[in-house]
């Protein structure tokens, strides 16, 4: 692990394996780097994986006020400029993680070489943000535990939970989270819409959706990968934090992916 400074801001970060092509690795809203300990390794045989805590998350420096997906995605390409990473690279992101990997393909189509995303957060619906807005004030105010059963029981299926000591370490780290850092995550997905860039996307694009996914069913994952030209679209029996539920299904997947788009 390392702590660099980068655009503006105080990430942890890690660089592992070796090779000639990168992948970066963006975890879900709530997440950290270590929602890629059993995805991140298998990767690195063969291709130098970065993965951090985005702003806000694990211990990268926290927010206060407004957050961008700009932000966001400027935070990788940094990343990349201290680790000498100039060629094209693959990412791969999960929920908000998916947003920011599809954003940074929109923003740097000339640094990347293709992009598969796990339920992509890319917005939420007009009619859902009173909610969700609601939502994020109290966990503001009251702090992350009083969100975590609905947390886990839509986002963390009880079907997934046979290891149950996988399940219990994510929960605790879940509730971890700083709370004014994930409800500026949180506002920075009900501004956004994304789908003028999506559509305007030319790398491969791989959108995965999980069928034990309450948060963002299948229905939502599809229609984002509806938009992109080309995007493939596979279903996968996982949930919303599917790095962490079923790092092997998705590690699979992502690779015959990425193999069969040379990227």
């Known amino acids: 692990m390392d702590f660099i400074e980068a655009n503006g801001a105080g990430l942890r970060c890690e660089l592992s394996g070796c090779g000639e092509r990168s992948l970066v690795l963006v ?72 947003a920011i990997a599809l954003h940074f393909a929109a923003r740097y189509p000339q640094r990347t ?75 920075m997905l009900a501004a956004a819409d994304m789908n003028d860039e999506l559509a305007r996307l030319t790398c491969p694009v791989l959108v995965i959706g999980g069928s034990l996914d309450r948060v963002r069913p299948p229905p939502l994952a599809e229609a984002v990968a509806k938009v992109i030209p080309g995007a493939r679209y596979t279903e996968l029996r996982t949930g919303h934090y599917m790095s962490v539920q079923t790092p092997e299904l998705l590690s699979d997947c992502i690779d015959e992916f990425l193999t069969s788009v040379g990227a």
């Open 27 to 98: 975890h879900e809203m709530g997440g950290s780097l270590e929602s890629w300990d059993e995805v991140a390794p298998r990767f690195a045989r063969s291709r130098r994986v970065l993965r951090y805590d985005t702003r806000g998350a694990g211990l990268s420096q926290k927010v206060r006020g407004e957050l961008t997906l700009d932000t966001m995605a400027d935070d990788i390409a940094a990343l990349l400029d201290h680790f000498g990473i100039a060629g094209k690279v693959a990412l791969a992101g999960v929920a908000v993680g998916g």
């Open 113 to 187: 070489s293709a992009v598969a995303v796990g339920s992509p957060a890319t917005g939420i619906a007009a009619e859902r943000r009173p909610v969700a807005l609601e939502r994020l004030a109290r966990i503001e105010a009251a702090g992350m535990a009083i969100a975590v059963e609905d947390a886990m029981l839509n986002g963390y299926a009880p079907e997934l939970r046979g290891d149950i000591g996988r399940f219990e370490r994510f929960r605790a780290r879940w509730r971890g989270n700083d709370p004014s850092s994930y409800a500026a995550v949180w506002g």
